[in-house]
């Protein structure tokens, strides 16, 4: 019950701050859609940010979970909000490892073992959130359960699945139509 209040005020937070738009709008991969999500505007508000932090805070507070690690850029806010908020510490993911310095993929403490939950800001198709799962499995995490603020309802939960991760969309692009 205070899961969907939780979510109808996320839906009512994200229609206030006109994130999900509608429309005619070519997306970074070139196809055309009928909306646009705009997640930075999202990710940039205190407000959405409390919000989201909340949700996912509360359906893993029964969880044995270590770490919540989220993919650069728009999922870094997502995680810190979550850190904040449940006291559990968090991971960067890039998007590639850096050439100098420490040349991490992963920013923050992985260690052998670790249960990780993975934070994303939208999905589509799943492959970027997909990456950072493999980058913390890769180093040693076991990625316990997978959150999206948005699913654009695109494929994502279904390509996720056939790798054996669960999604859990806080919100899907049909809670606005």
Do not use: C, W
Not at 32 to 50: G, N, R
Not at 54 to 73: E, N, R, T, Y
Not at 100 to 123: A, C, F, M, P, R
């Amino acid at each position: 019950m205070v899961i969907k209040q939780e979510k109808e005020n996320l839906i009512n937070l994200l229609k206030a701050n006109q994130v999900i738009k509608f429309g005619k709008f070519t997306l970074s991969s070139g196809r055309e859609s009928d909306y646009y999500v705009d997640m930075k505007k999202a990710i940039t508000d205190p407000q959405i940010l409390s919000q989201v932090a909340k949700i996912i805070s509360h359906l893993v507070s029964a969880d044995d979970i270590d770490l919540v690690a989220g993919p650069a850029l728009g999922a870094v806010p997502i995680a810190t909000a979550v850190a904040l908020q449940s006291g559990i510490p968090m991971l960067m993911v890039r998007k590639e490892k850096k050439d100098y310095g420490t040349s991490q993929l992963i920013e923050g403490e992985l260690k052998e073992g670790n249960k990780v939950i993975v934070v994303e800001d939208v999905t589509t198709t799943g492959n970027s959130l997909l990456k950072a799962v493999k980058a913390v499995q890769d180093n040693g995490g076991i990625v316990e359960r997978t959150f999206v603020v948005v699913d654009r309802e695109e494929g994502a939960v279904d390509e996720l699945k056939k790798e054996g991760i669960i999604l859990e969309p806080l919100v899907s692009i049909g809670d606005f139509k």
